[in-house]
C-alpha cells in the first residue's frame, strides 16, 4: 500500500472540491481523507495502489471542481492506516 499527501491550491473552496474528492478517491478503493486548510488549500492523504493514487493525482490536476493552480505532492511511507476516505 503507498500513501500520498496532497496540497492543492487554487479556487477550491465552496466549490464541493471536498466532496467530489471523496467520491473520486472511493471510486478508486482510496482511504484516508480530505480537508480545508488555512489560506483556501485543499490537504488530501490518501492510501491505496499506487495506480489508483496517480489517477487521483491527475484528476486533480485536470478534471477536479474548481480551478487548481497548483498541486503540491509527497509520497509518504504507510505509518497509520485508514479504513475509508473521510471529510474533516
Known sequence: ?????LKIYG???GVGFRYQTK???ESLSLTGLVRN????????LAQ???QNLEKLISWVRHSAP???TKA????????ER??????L
Open 66 to 68: 474548481g480551478s487548481v
Open 82 to 87: 485508514y479504513t475509508n476516505f473521510q471529510i
Open 48 to 50: 491505496g495502489e499506487k
Open 1 to 5: 500500500m503507498d500513501q500520498v499527501y
Open 23 to 25: 467520491r473520486f478517491a
Open 72 to 79: 503540491e505532492l509527497q509520497w509518504l511511507p504507510t505509518k
Open 11 to 13: 479556487d477550491v473552496h
Open 37 to 44: 486548510a488555512p489560506n483556501r488549500i485543499v490537504e488530501v
